[in-house]
């Protein structure tokens, strides 16, 4: 069985990269012709954490592939891309195993009413940023989580085979209680950094960062108590130390003037503290800070 991913910003790059490692035979595909031929050419450029470089062989296609009937795909495009792509696949009528890496929450619903027979959900905790068509830089090491969601998650088992020390992977039975643990930590971690302009680990060195990330732990783990045994301070801010040099993913979006993600990330973990009857004042006030920097159309 090989892997497509359709996808190739950063986490697909990081991913492809270490899936080809581990003996997979990847196919990435992306949106440009210069990105595919580069990747067919060089194939995926990783600069580890030490600075080394690995150089892994991929095959990329502007084309969604229909031919494919036995690979399990990972779908990294980013949240705002998904609709469109998945009303394409249902159109090719691509019914594949599909497993979803995007942040927040707004996806699982969006993917569960396909009619894709197998689904699963991944929250990836890596720091990577993507230098160019076909180099990402790893900028810490996290945990890949696979949440089993219908059909046979045990087809998802090539992605778990490719565990190793720099890519970690582990699974789940209950795929929203992974994507809710994740949205937690991206919102302890995202709309700080994307607005303090701090890479993640400034949420632990400069004072005054520092005690607005462990109030807003304070505030999250309050709206949603049964997440505490799972979430622990240190937990969240070993995800900072591990990915210290790492710009969050909204602080980068914010940086390249895309998107930030506030409403799958932010919005809907306030909607579901507001269903419990449960106040979260100062996500409520990133939130707001986030789409007002937002609407001002800047470029950094
Ligand atoms: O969104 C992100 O950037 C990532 O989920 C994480 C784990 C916070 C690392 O930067």
């Given at each position: 069985m090989d892997v497509v991913i359709v996808g190739a910003g950063s986490v697909g790059l990081l991913l492809g990269s270490y899936l080809s490692e581990s003996g997979i035979k990847v196919t990435m595909v992306v949106r440009r012709e210069e990105q595919a031929s580069e990747l067919n050419k060089n194939g995926i450029r990783r600069v580890n954490e030490d600075g080394s470089e690995s150089f892994l062989g991929v095959h990329a296609t502007t084309i969604i592939p229909?031919?494919?009937?036995?690979?399990?795909?990972?779908?990294?495009?980013?949240?705002?891309?998904?609709?469109?792509?998945?009303?394409?696949?249902?159109?090719?009528?691509?019914?594949?195993?599909?497993?979803?890496?995007?942040?927040g929450l707004d996806h699982y619903s969006m993917a569960n009413a396909t009619s894709i027979p197998h689904l699963a959900f991944a929250t990836v905790e890596h720091g990577a940023r993507r230098l160019d068509d076909n180099t990402v830089q790893?900028?810490?090491?996290?945990?890949?989580?696979?949440?089993?969601?219908?059909?046979?998650?045990?087809?998802?088992?090539?992605?778990?085979?490719?565990?190793?020390?720099?890519?970690p992977v582990t699974r789940h039975?209950?795929?929203?209680?992974?994507?809710?643990r994740k949205v937690l930590i991206n919102c302890m971690i995202n709309p700080l950094t994307a607005i303090l302009e701090v890479e993640n680990g400034g949420l632990l060195t400069n004072p005054s960062c520092h005690e607005l990330f462990v109030t807003l732990y304070d505030e999250l783990i309050n709206a949603f108590p049964e997440m505490k045994p799972h979430l622990s301070l240190e937990a969240v801010s070993a995800v900072c130390q591990n990915t210290a040099h790492n710009k969050s993913s909204m602080l980068s979006d914010?940086?390249?003037?895309?998107?930030?993600?506030?409403?799958?990330?932010?919005?809907?973990?306030?909607e579901k503290a507001h269903a419990l009857h449960k106040n979260v004042p100062l996500l409520a006030m990133l939130e707001k800070m986030l789409f007002a920097i937002e609407s001002k159309g800047e470029q950094l």
């Open positions: 229909t031919d494919n009937a036995s690979s399990v795909w990972i779908i990294a495009v980013k949240y705002i891309d998904l609709q469109k792509l998945l009303i394409q696949l249902d159109s090719l009528e691509i019914k594949n195993p599909m497993l979803f890496i995007q942040n790893h900028n810490g090491v996290g945990l890949v989580t696979i949440g089993a969601g219908r059909g046979d998650s045990t087809l998802f088992d090539i992605v778990e085979n490719a565990h190793s020390k720099s890519f039975v209950d795929a929203e209680f992974v994507l809710m914010r940086l390249a003037g895309r998107p930030m993600e506030i409403k799958t990330i932010i919005t809907a973990v306030i």
